[in-house]
């Protein structure tokens, strides 16, 4: 397994000063990935301009609606 220097991607400035004054996180969550899954990351990030942690918030969001969607069916 390789590790990688940058081991945290942290959110813009604009996106941190917002949320420091509407709540703060104190939850963090560790997640073991492949290598393949990594770079899919790594590219949404640059494709998106957006964090792994918007990636994944979005992600999580997304999930979670379609699975209300399922439960209501």
């Known amino acids: ?3 990688s220097k940058n081991l945290f991607i942290r959110e813009p400035k604009s996106v941190k000063k917002k ?3 509407s709540e703060q996180l104190q939850n963090v969550i560790s997640l073991r990935i ?3 899954e ?3 990351l790594e590219r949404l990030t640059k494709s998106t301009s957006k964090s792994i942690t ?3 918030r979005e ?3 997304l999930w979670s609606a379609k699975r209300r969607k399922l439960c209501m069916d």
């Open 1 to 3: 397994m390789s590790y």
């Open 59 to 61: 992600a999580i969001d």
């Open 54 to 56: 918007e990636i994944m």
């Open 38 to 40: 990594k770079r899919a």
């Open 34 to 36: 492949n290598d393949d």
């Open 19 to 21: 949320r420091e004054k």
